[in-house]
């Protein structure tokens, strides 16, 4: 019942409809009529001060200061401190959230940022490439840099959310271009949902954490280990070896967060 709930919600949401921001804003019209009035009484400036259109904010005074929690959050915090930690000459992302890690970093450092789609803003210390990651790898971008980031994209390649060809190896064929793109001894740094295995077409797949450190093995060596559970908090540094990998850490949609140096 809760999964059939769970994916009703998740339709709803995607047609532009969500129920539970409608039943929270339902919640505080009255206090939102309430303090209309006393504020109407209570301005004695409305001819400097007027009250134009009408623009209610209905459910902040019942949330917390701020997002603190969930995937991006977390996962754009831990990665930009370990950049930072490790302070490489060249950092490269790839596919990455602009208004979020690559914010973070930018605020400190030169950042190279690929992507699928344009980016037509000029943003200081962002250097913008538009590539497509699944295609044949230029030669000037094999082992161009000595750090590397793909934080919640690969589980997109190949479903043609983006605009990219419909590939279900979409995201080995990417993962073997991340891979050259990295010099021997430079980290590369992997998120992406984690849970029982599948597609959720077309927005992204879900790995089985275990399946995910099978494929980068081959190419990179795993350092270390955080994840983001279902109800947002973060496990940080967890280690590779640690036996929750087998389950996912029990995680529907959780997001993994893997750590690594690309073997000479």
């Not at 969500?18 to 301005?43: E, I, K, Y």
């Not at 690929?114 to 962002?126: E, G, K, Q």
Request: aromatic share 10%.
């Amino acid at each position: 019942m809760k999964r059939t709930l769970r994916k009703a919600y998740g339709y709803a949401n995607r047609l532009g409809f969500d129920p539970l921001t409608g039943a929270a804003n339902l919640r505080g019209v009255p206090s939102f009529m309430a303090d209309l009035r006393a504020f109407r009484q209570a301005n004695s400036d409305a001819a400097l001060w007027p009250i134009g259109d009408l623009s209610p904010c209905l459910k902040d005074r019942y949330e917390q200061s701020g997002a603190a929690s969930g995937h991006y959050f977390h996962q754009d915090l831990l990665v930009a401190r370990r950049v930072h930690q490790r302070s490489p000459e060249v950092h490269v992302d790839m596919g990455s959230r602009i208004d979020g890690f690559v914010a973070h970093v930018a605020s400190f450092r030169p950042i190279e940022v690929f992507d699928i789609r344009a980016l037509t803003a000029s943003i200081p210390n962002l250097h913008f490439r538009q590539c497509d990651i699944t295609a044949p790898l230029p030669a000037e971008l094999v082992h161009s840099c000595d750090s590397l980031s793909c934080l919640h994209a690969l589980e997109h390649f190949g479903l043609g959310r983006y605009g990219d060809l419909i590939d279900p190896d979409g995201h080995r064929v990417a993962l073997k271009n991340l891979a050259r793109i990295v010099k021997p001894g430079g980290w590369f740094y992997l998120s992406v949902p984690i849970g029982p295995q599948r597609i959720e077409f077309n927005a992204h797949r879900v790995f089985a954490l275990s399946h995910l450190l099978e494929l980068v093995a081959p190419m990179f060596e795993v350092r270390d280990v955080s994840y983001v559970d279902d109800a947002g908090d973060l496990h940080e540094s967890v280690g590779p070896g640690h036996p929750g990998i087998r389950d996912s850490f029990g995680c529907r949609y959780g997001c993994g967060i893997v750590e690594m140096v690309r073997h000479a």
